[in-house]
Structure formats: structure tokens, C-alpha cells
């Protein structure tokens, strides 16, 4: 699998993954086909993800400004198509109580207001008729032991005070009978709010509603290098046009936006190098559980569950009663695909759900996340303001990427964002950034020590 850290390249025209969504998701919309010339536009975003998508549409629709999107594969076939589908108040992985301690009330309350606002666009986007499949909401936070119940129902106080959050503590027992009977759970707390859809859809919906508002997408377009060139035009100021070098046409734009996210290739600009450190995460999808199995489990639930782990495991209940279940992959693009990584989730979902011990996976895939040095996502810009980004979601920016989108946005169009750090900070540079991979295999063997004895 292509590995971002390694290649310069990551291809073009590569299908989707053998993934349940692809599998479930029916007949893509079309795009506007491979680049076949070279063009000169105003905004060129590269990547067709969330972020990509969203970025376009708010530019046409906030900013009367039509873009054209490059996406080296097709629409949302990084992450945006892979993911588990959880639409959760969240990015990143700072806790509020950190963003308190670290800048203070106001800006942590600002942060927060903007997750909310991410979650908010992605309903009211469905709500213009996306179809998607969402869920009942609820998002369940289990305990993987007993003393992480107690955090979290520190964490569910905390917030409770916060932001008011309704949040409902879950004893092992209530848990087992009313939502499900995991055998690794030692209580939990629920959130009302959060949901699962199919990712794919949810991404298909928003490039149809980019597409309506006048977007240009090209997919089968990978923008291989990157140049610069003066503009000198009679009449008008010097100006600096970006030159994006796809193998079928060049784009020259007055500004460039990079949502290329975990799939960002090696050195593949200067403003985000070694600012990212993309990481795999894995998921499976089991075959349907029949009736007798999901009573085995009492599995009553569809909300969207996460467990206290350093090395998290997450899982839902299909439409369809499987069960996706995910956590970390493969630590390089060359082991991503060995069997060994979907076989260890399933054997960890047998522990939770014993009656399951001969369930078999019918799907399995992975897919590259981006973590930031300092757990938050950043949306910025270079200091000429003509290239932007927004990249470091460390695994939470279904909903987050699309308030990132809008905000990038503002930023081409000029408009001023709220005064927060994640808009207003780069991202940080990695520090020994060729150790970066040697840093996540440390991480790993930490997280299970802490996970299992600490
Ligand atoms: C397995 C997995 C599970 C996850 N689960 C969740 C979850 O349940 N909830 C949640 O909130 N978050 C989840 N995430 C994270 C979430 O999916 C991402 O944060 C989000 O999709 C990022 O969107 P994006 O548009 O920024 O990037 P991506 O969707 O990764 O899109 C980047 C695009 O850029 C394209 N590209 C890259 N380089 C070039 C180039 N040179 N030229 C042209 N195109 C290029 C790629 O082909 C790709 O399509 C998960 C991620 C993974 C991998």
C-alpha cells in the first residue's frame, strides 16, 4: 500500500478499497472526468475528501468562488471513504480540560463551539438530501476496566458543568441490559448527540451538492509537482501563479488549497513537510449477526461506541447487523494489507462478545489518518495567504473536517475566523521527523503496557 512517509507519489485511478461501504455505497456520481488540458483557474483545491469537498462547496456557496478540485483517485478515497463513519463533537485528541488549562476558558469554549458547528453543517448538509444512512444517536465512551469508569465519570461531570452536555453514566450491569453485553466493559458514559452513517455516501452527497453549486471536479488528476511562475500581465500588479503539474494537464491558480490530509506524499510541499505524522488505523466488518447470536449479546444498540484504551477500539452495529469494529493498523504502508491486523481485531471482539467465537469478517481494510504534533487539527495558510491547509484531525474529522473546509473557505475568500489557535497556528513541525515512525512504535508498546497492567 502506498505509504505516505516513503513515496513521493501516491498514483492515480486506484479503485476503492474492498470496503462494506464501497460494497454497500451503489454507483458513484460522476465527476467531471481526468484533466485533459491545461487551464488556468482562480482556486485550485487538491484532494477530494471532506475537507476538499467541503472547502469548494462553502467557497461557491458563502463566496460566489467556483474552484476545481484534483483528486488524484476518486472522490473520497482516502480517508473520507474508509472511516468508521462516527460523527462525534470532536477533533484531534486534547481533551477540553487541557485546552482550559493550556489557554485559558474562552478559547477552549471557542473550540468547542466550532466542533458543535461541525457536526451541525453535516446534519443540516444531509438534511438537503443526502442519503447516508444515519443512525439512532448516542455515542457510548466504554470502560476497558474499572478504574477508567471512574474517569470517566469525572470527564461526564466535568463536561456536564462545562458546556451543560447531557451525558447519562451507565453502570456494567445497565449497560449489559439495555445497550450490549461487552465483556470488556466496566460502565460507561453516553452522549445524546453523536451518530453513525455510511462515510462514502455522506462524501458522494457533498460532491453532488459542490457539483450543483458550480465545482469542477477532476478525478484521475494527481498533481505531481508543484512550480511557481510570475504572472505578467500588461496592466495588472506581479503576481505569483502556482503551478500544479498533473500528468494529463497543468493548472496554474492564484491559490491552492492542500486537503490531502494522511495522504499528503513525501515532500510534497514545504509548508506541511514533516508536519504530520500519518498513521494507519484498521477496520473489519463481520458477517451479518443472525438473531440468535445478537440475542446471545443482547446487542440492542446502534449508537456509535469507543472504549477508553491509549490504543482505542471502536465499533458499531450495521443497518444490516454486522458489526464494524476498528483500532490501530499496520505501522507501514508495506505491512498495511497482511491478514495478521484484521485477525487481531476479531479476536479482540470475541473477547468482548464471547457468543461470537465463530463469527468470520466479511470485509477488512485500512486507511491513513494524520496526527499533529500537538493533538490538534490546523487550519493555516502561507504568509503570501495564496496557499492553505487543514490537515491533523488524528483520527476525528468526519464531522470537524467539514467546519475546517468552511473555514478555509473564509480564509481564501479573505474573511476573518475566530481568533482560536487552530485557525491562527501553523502546525507544528515534528521534531527528529525521519524518527517519527520509531516515536509511533514506542507509543504502541507504551499503550499496551498502560492499556493491560497501568
Ligand atoms: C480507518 C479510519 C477510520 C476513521 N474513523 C473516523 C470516525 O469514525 N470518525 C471521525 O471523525 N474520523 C474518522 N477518521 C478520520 C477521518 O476519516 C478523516 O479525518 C477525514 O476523512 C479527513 O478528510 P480529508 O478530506 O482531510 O482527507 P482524505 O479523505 O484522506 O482525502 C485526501 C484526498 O487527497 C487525495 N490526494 C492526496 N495527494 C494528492 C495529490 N498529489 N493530487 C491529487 N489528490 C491527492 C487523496 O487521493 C485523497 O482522496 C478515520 C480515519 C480512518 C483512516
Not at 46 to 51: D, L, N, P
Not at 52 to 59: E, N, P, V, W, Y
Not at 168 to 196: C, K, P, T, V, W
Not at 425 to 432: H, I, N, R, S
Amino acid at each position: 500500500m502506498y505509504d505516505p512517509l516513503l513515496d513521493e507519489s501516491l498514483g492515480s485511478n486506484a479503485p476503492y478499497p474492498s470496503s462494506y461501504w464501497a460494497g454497500v455505497a451503489g454507483t458513484p456520481p460522476k465527476d467531471n472526468g481526468q484533466l485533459n488540458q491545461d487551464i488556468t483557474v482562480d482556486v485550485a483545491i487538491i484532494g477530494a475528501g471532506y475537507t476538499g469537498l467541503s472547502t469548494a462547496l462553502h467557497l461557491a456557496r458563502e463566496h460566489g468562488i467556483k474552484t476545481t478540485v484534483l483528486e488524484a483517485n476518486r472522490t473520497a478515497w482516502g480517508a473520507s471513504g474508509r472511516n468508521a463513519g462516527f460523527i462525534l463533537k470532536s477533533s484531534g485528541r486534547k481533551s477540553y480540560a487541557t485546552m482550559q488549562s493550556q489557554w485559558g476558558e474562552e478559547v477552549m469554549r471557542g473550540i468547542y463551539q466550532e466542533m458543535c458547528a461541525g457536526v451541525e453543517t453535516v446534519k443540516n448538509l444531509i438534511a438537503e438530501g443526502i442519503d447516508c444512512d444515519p443512525q439512532e444517536s448516542g455515542y457510548i465512551r466504554v470502560a476497558h476496566k474499572p478504574a477508567m469508569f471512574k474517569s470517566l465519570l469525572a470527564t461526564a461531570a466535568l463536561q456536564k458543568k462545562m458546556f451543560g452536555y447531557d451525558i447519562q453514566e451507565i453502570s456494567r450491569e445497565q449497560l449489559h441490559q439495555r445497550y450490549m453485553a461487552d465483556h470488556n466493559a466496566y460502565g460507561a458514559i453516553r452522549y445524546q448527540d453523536g451518530f453513525g452513517l455510511n462515510p462514502l455516501k455522506l462524501a458522494w452527497g457533498y460532491q453532488k451538492l459542490a457539483q450543483q453549486a458550480g465545482v469542477t471536479i477532476h478525478c484521475d488528476t494527481s498533481v505531481e509537482k508543484w512550480s511557481q511562475e510570475s504572472s505578467d500581465k500588461k496592466g495588472q500588479q506581479n503576481q505569483t501563479l502556482q503551478v500544479l503539474h498533473t500528468p494529463t494537464g497543468i493548472v496554474k491558480a492564484n491559490k491552492v488549497v492542500i486537503a490531502t490530509n494522511g495522504y499528503s506524499a513525501k515532500n510534497f510541499h514545504p509548508l506541511i513537510k514533516n508536519k504530520s505524522l500519518p498513521v494507519l488505523s484498521q477496520i473489519i466488518v463481520t458477517q451479518p449477526l443472525k438473531q440468535e447470536q445478537l440475542s446471545a449479546c443482547n446487542f440492542l444498540t446502534s449508537n456509535v461506541i469507543m472504549d477508553t484504551r491509549a490504543l482505542k477500539y471502536y465499533y458499531r452495529k450495521l443497518p444490516d447487523n454486522r458489526i464494524l469494529f476498528g483500532g490501530r493498523g499496520a505501522i507501514t504502508g508495506n505491512s498495511a494489507e497482511d491478514p495478521y491486523y484484521a485477525k487481531r481485531l476479531l479476536a479482540v471482539l470475541k473477547t468482548s462478545f464471547p457468543p461470537l467465537a465463530t463469527l468470520r469478517y466479511d470485509y477488512a481494510w485500512s486507511g491513513w489518518l494524520s496526527m499533529s504534533l500537538d493533538d490538534m487539527p490546523h487550519v493555516y495558510q502561507n504568509e503570501q495567504r495564496n496557499i492553505f491547509y487543514a490537515m491533523g484531525y488524528c483520527g476525528s474529522g468526519v464531522s470537524f473536517s467539514v467546519q475546517a473546509g468552511k473555514r478555509l473557505a473564509d480564509k481564501v475568500a479573505g474573511v476573518s475566523v475566530p481568533n482560536l489557535p487552530i485557525y491562527q497556528t501553523p502546525l507544528v513541525t515534528f521534531p527528529f521527523a525521519p524518527l517519527r515512525r520509531v516515536g509511533q512504535w514506542g507509543y504502541f508498546q507504551y499503550g499496551k503496557v498502560k492499556d493491560r497492567w497501568l
